[in-house]
């Protein structure tokens, strides 16, 4: 069988998470990475064990045996790479939020769909196997008419203003960091899951650091900090740490959901609370494989996952029996296996996130920025 040649484009923490999820993969190799320097390449192709490496991204978008690229840098370099990449003929998969603004977003999608190449959004999270169990029950009727969501993306990750990371410079994350890094990824899940849109919001944001600690040296993502006064120099913020947003999906459903990075003693919880006329169910990431189904008269249950037991629409996001965990690596799987298989066989269906959920995320994230500054409802459609 030949194998799918593919290219990292990006050596942090996502560029690894994605480099061992596709070596999951039987049809599919990494061949090459790219990185900022030389050195971060070389290091990279060092420790994940990939010969070919290259600071200069290009060489890989001419080189006609690699077939897809995954973008997985600073958010302010998704839209000229990918832009570069579609037109290159290159299948696409990006890491979120697409770009820094919806006219990107735009001008994305429509290069891709003329490219006529695979496009995907890597929202993984919608791959947890009981996050496909609550769709799979809504699709069958099992929660009823939805009527109330709400939840949270809550990390701590941030909270000392001697945490450091790329993402709380505007020119690099975008004007939303908390909203964009992880706002995005609850409210597409709701959508996902409900099958409603999002049609109007009221925003909240908050940044508690107004100014930071920025090291003079690297540091990684989620990484402690020991170092000493001398080594920071102090920077404005213009990110935010913290975000609530009330709001309308579709005409009756009614919700509200935070995103914060400052919550001590969450590490990566994201909690969704779906309510309807005849059940409500409540998922968190923190306790992945665990689905809470509540009743109005009958008790509540706390289901655990297991393929044989699951709906069949939902079975397929779920490869290890009942009592085995699967987890946040699990989910990038399920994407990147879906977004291959489409690679391979043109004729397979579309089952993952692509550049049009990406134009509809930057659509929200930049009405939550509006609503923010106008301190008012504003329309999505």
Not at 90 to 118: F, I, Q, Y
Not at 137 to 152: D, H, N, P, S
Not at 179 to 193: F, T
Request: hydrophobic residues 40%.
């Amino acid at each position: 069988m030949a194998r799918i040649k593919t290219a990292v484009i990006g050596t942090g923490f996502m560029g690894r998470v994605h480099t061992e999820a596709i070596r999951r993969l039987p049809n599919v190799e990494v061949v090459a990475v790219a990185g900022l320097t030389e050195e971060l390449a070389s290091s990279f192709g060092r420790q994940m064990g990939i010969p070919r490496t290259t600071a200069d991204y290009r060489e890989l978008l001419q080189d006609p045996e690699i077939q897809a690229v995954h973008i997985c840098t600073p958010n302010a370099l998704h839209y000229p790479i990918a832009k570069q990449a579609v037109e290159a003929g290159k299948h696409v998969l990006c890491e979120k939020p697409m770009t820094l603004s919806l006219a990107e977003a735009k001008e994305l999608l429509e290069a891709a769909r003329k490219a006529g190449v695979v496009h995907c959004l890597n929202h993984n999270l919608r791959y947890y196997p009981m996050v496909q169990q609550m769709r799979a029950m809504r699709e069958a009727g099992e929660l009823g008419e939805i009527l109330v969501v709400q939840g949270t993306y809550s990390q701590d990750w941030l909270l000392y203003d001697t945490d450091w990371n790329w993402r709380i410079v505007s020119k690099e994350n975008g004007p939303l960091r908390a909203m964009g890094d992880i706002g995005s990824h609850w409210m597409d899940m709701v959508q996902h899951v409900t099958g409603l849109r999002i049609s109007s919001l009221c925003a909240d944001l908050m940044t508690f650091h107004k100014t930071r600690k920025r090291p003079k040296v690297d540091v990684e993502t989620f990484a402690g900090k020991t170092l000493r006064p001398e080594d920071y120099e102090e920077v404005p913020i213009d990110t935010e740490d913290y975000g609530a947003v009330l709001i309308r999906l579709g005409e009756r459903a009614r919700g509200c959901f935070t995103a914060s990075q400052v919550n001590t003693g969450c590490k990566n919880r994201l909690q969704i609370e779906i309510y309807g006329s005849k059940l409500g169910v409540m998922w968190n990431q923190e306790r992945p494989d665990e689905l809470w189904i509540g009743q109005r008269n009958s008790p509540n249950q706390i289901i655990v996952k297991d393929p044989a037991l699951m709906l069949e629409t939902a079975r397929s996001f779920a490869d290890l029996p009942g009592g085995h965990g699967e987890g946040y690596d699990d989910a990038h799987k399920q994407v990147f296996r879906r977004f291959y298989r489409k690679i391979e066989d043109p004729s397979a269906p579309v089952e993952f996130p692509t550049f049009e959920d990406g134009v509809r995320g930057m659509l929200l994230l930049e009405k939550i920025l509006e609503s923010a500054r106008k301190g008012g409802w504003v329309d999505v459609e």
